[in-house]
């Protein structure tokens, strides 16, 4: 079964950056697509980034393309989001997802999921 664990989540001021880590265990790490996901109290949970089997084609949401960066490591298992230039509207939970197959923008495609890492940026 597919394990995911989020890791790298904290308080940071507004225009710094922070690296979230997502550890995949279970099953082969490269058959799955992966997504970052965030969600805030009182909000639908919000698309973010999603990075293919291999890493070549990514997808990023409006509000932080440019800012944010997915990659994933195969050999380590591990999916990375790289959060640059941090607005107090990106505070949320940061949830890590994988997809058995290609990658996709729309959570419920997905087939497994972390149990989060909380991102505060304060202003």
């Known amino acids: 079964q597919v394990q995911l664990v989020e890791s790298g989540g904290g308080l940071v001021q507004a225009g710094n950056s922070l690296r979230l880590s997502c550890a995949f265990s279970?099953?082969?790490?490269?058959?799955?697509?992966m997504g970052w996901f965030r969600q805030t109290p009182g909000k639908e949970r919000e698309f973010v980034a999603a990075?293919?089997?291999?890493?070549?084609?990514?997808y990023y949401a409006d509000p932080v393309k440019g800012r944010f960066t997915i990659s994933r490591d195969n050999a380590q298992n591990t999916v990375y989001l790289q959060m640059n230039s941090l607005k107090p509207e990106d505070t949320a939970v940061y949830y890590c997802?994988?997809?058995?197959?290609?990658?996709?923008?729309?959570?419920?495609?997905?087939?497994?999921w972390g149990q989060g890492t909380q991102v505060t940026v304060s202003s």
């Open positions: 990075i293919s089997r291999v890493g070549g084609v990514t």
């Open positions: 997802a994988a997809h058995l197959g290609l990658a996709v923008v729309t959570g419920d495609e997905y087939d497994s």
């Open positions: 279970g099953r082969p790490f490269s058959t799955y697509a």
